[in-house]
């Protein structure tokens, strides 16, 4: 650490890992299973389940969803799910299907805008590429397979105009992503050569042999970033058959401030909250510490895609992914043979909507409601919204800020100015689909959807300590709780 620096909490430290393994929505599915695995989790969704109190499982959707629970030592048929729910993607430009673009003999890259990102802001950094790609090896087999890559040097940069030349940029600058978002890739006359930098790798050349089966990309992309994608995957130019890619600052993430009370990262919303739940879920169903041995229900994290974009997808919040989940869990531990136990289940459960929250902004105090200003360092944000953006009520609230004060962890709490919009998250659409009570909750964060977000390294440790009691003290507090129990017959009399 810098001379004069404190030390970060440990979750902090990891979290840091976490983020720089975890540069595109797929990545952070790879990140998270290696963990799972390490922990002792495993499953295939397209296995049948056979599963077991104590047991420990997980499977993937796309690779770019992740589904993983355990089962409670002494789990009983229609007993309910604790479940934190995340999603992997963040705002990113996306490269476009025909990539090729080349003006004033640069060769550049067509992308469009996945989300509502703060765009300005990837200006002038130093771009690399990663995401999926869908590889067919020619003479080899003729299955076609899924390939990460993250090529993690600087290909790319999208320049800023010279002040001289607009004297008004400083005054307000609008993107406009289709004529400003074209980031060069090459010199045109370099690339037609072969000729590359003095620090630059040597790009793998393509084969003679290549040439006809290259024919089908020839009009889509260069040369020059099919190279790139091709090494980064281990195949040959000709074998790419498509990919699914997104531009990266390839600065790292980082600890940083004065006493290192900072994580600096791109893609804190909403990695942030799938560590937290992530290292809460493992935590809480290790063999030592835990007590899932005690729990009668089921313990769950869900990290979902495209939820800055709507989360309609086959792997997004509004898929059937949960109750999939659920429904096979319930018959695969005997839940058919008991009336209504899926039914049940859902009523006796929670859901816990992990999406990173609005820090009040030192320079910009007056975009706050000035009763709910989440500052770091006081644990995580419950979220509230009358309208129903975030899934919050009195009930959901009350048992996740009682979870965490048995524990011992800060909770605050955030709604948005009257005269302003609210955004939304997974919370609602899940609490729809499901009929689970769902508190929308998330650890404070600035620079919201910039290429370069900042939190708390103490409102790391507070999500993982919060979540794991979430994940261990539920089903208890729940016992306490009367609700729909409290009418006609079903009244609890008085003590």
Not at 64 to 70: I, L, R, T
Not at 167 to 184: D, K, L, S, T
């Amino acid at each position: 650490m810098a001379p004069g620096g404190g030390t970060p909490p440990q979750e902090a430290v990891d979290a840091v890992a976490y983020f720089n393994e975890a540069w595109t929505p797929y990545h952070a599915v790879l990140a998270t299973c290696r963990r799972l695995i390490d922990a002792g989790y495993e499953i295939n969704e397209r296995d049948a389940w056979t599963l077991k109190p104590g047991g420990k499982y997980f499977f993937t959707r796309n690779m770019s969803a992740v589904c993983a629970f355990a089962v409670g030592g002494s789990h009983v048929p229609g007993s309910g799910f604790v479940v934190v729910g995340a999603h992997t993607d963040s705002p990113c430009p996306k490269l476009k299907p025909n990539t090729k673009a080349s003006s004033e003999r640069f060769l550049q890259v067509r992308t469009q805008n996945y989300g509502g990102g703060l765009w300005y802001t990837w200006f002038d950094r130093d771009l690399g590429v990663a995401g999926r790609v869908v590889v067919k090896r020619a003479g080899v087999d003729e299955k076609a397979r899924h390939a990460l890559v993250k090529i993690d040097r600087p290909v790319m940069r999208i320049p800023s105009l010279a002040i001289h030349l607009n004297r008004e940029m400083n005054n307000g600058f609008a993107v406009n992503f289709q004529q400003h978002m074209v980031p060069i890739i090459a010199n045109a006359a370099e690339a037609a050569l072969g000729v590359g930098s003095v620090d630059a790798p040597e790009p793998k050349r393509a084969k003679a042999s290549d040439e006809g089966a290259s024919e089908k990309n020839a009009g889509r992309h260069h040369p020059a970033l099919l190279e790139l994608v091709a090494e980064a995957a281990g195949c040959d130019p000709a074998d790419v058959c498509d990919f699914d890619l997104q531009l990266c600052d390839v600065q790292p993430s980082t600890i940083g401030g004065a006493k290192n009370e900072y994580i600096f990262s791109g893609r804190l919303d909403n990695l942030a909250s799938c560590y937290a739940s992530l290292a809460a879920l493992i935590k809480a169903t290790s063999d030592d510490g835990s007590n899932l041995a005690e729990e009668t229900g089921i313990r769950m994290l869900v990290h979902y895609d495209h939820e800055e974009v709507g989360s309609d997808s086959a792997q997004g919040a509004g898929s059937s992914m949960t109750e999939d989940a659920m429904r096979r869990v319930c018959r695969a531990l005997g839940g058919d043979d008991v009336e209504g136990a899926a039914e049940r289940s859902r009523r006796k459960s929670f859901i816990v909507s992990a999406d990173m929250a609005h820090a009040v902004h030192p320079n910009y105090a007056d975009k706050h409601e000035p009763g709910h200003r989440p500052r770091f360092g006081d644990g995580v944000v419950i979220k509230h919204n009358a309208n129903q953006r975030y899934a919050t009520d009195a009930v959901t609230a009350w048992l996740f800020r009682e979870l965490g004060e048995r524990a011992g962890v800060p909770v605050q709490e955030f709604v948005v100015r009257s005269d302003l919009g609210c955004g939304s998250t997974i919370g609602p659409i899940l609490s729809t689909r499901t009929g689970i009570r769902t508190v929308d909750v998330g650890a404070p964060q600035l620079s919201m959807h910039s290429v370069r977000e900042m939190c708390g390294c103490d409102d790391v440790k507070h999500s993982v300590a919060h979540f794991t009691a979430v994940y261990e003290g539920f089903t208890k507090l729940d016992e306490t709780l009367m609700v729909d129990g409290a009418v006609g017959n079903l009244c609890r009399p008085c003590d």
